[in-house]
């Protein structure tokens, strides 16, 4: 619906194989374009997505609106050196593992706030910039994206997690 931004999730089965790099460049083309854009670091407990805009750690991050639940989505929205862009932060220095044994009813905030975020926030797109691997949440935010981009390199352990990560995601829409 012409409410909801565009989803953008970029993913893969390996970590190092240049998702965040893409999530930022990607995120800033768009902006430049002329459109708002909200990125997610959404690689919880190694969130590295914020260093891609030349920012240090923010004080601020998804673990603020997730798990302490100290901060709405709005206060965790920080703006990059890309105008037209904002960043949420992955809260790296969280345990998630409690967080994340709830399954996907715990992110429900935040689907919540992504859905209302056209008409709250003004954001025409967010990228998701998911963590390496096949955990839950982590298909999940990849199969509701509009657009999904599997980030691989061409090495035998990028290309063999990549197409773990694919036939995975492929089994969990059957």
Known sequence: TPEVPTFIA??????????SIVSANISAKLAQAGFRVIVIDLDLGCSNLHTH??????????ADFLLTKTKSFNEILIPTTVAGTRLIAGGRDYNWNEFLKGGAANF????????????????D??????????SEHT????????????????????VENAYVFAKTHLFNLI
């Open 10 to 19: 970029v993913g893969g089965g390996k970590g190092g194989v240049a998702k």
């Open 53 to 62: 805009y030349g920012i240090s750690m923010p004080k601020v991050s998804l």
């Open 108 to 123: 429900k905030p935040l689907w919540d706030a992504m859905f209302r975020a056209k008409v709250d926030l003004g954001a």
């Open 125 to 134: 797109f967010i990228v998701l910039d998911l963590g390496a691997g096949t």
């Open 139 to 158: 298909l999940d935010f990849f199969s509701a994206a509009h657009l999904g981009i599997t980030a691989v390199l061409p090495e035998p352990t990028s």
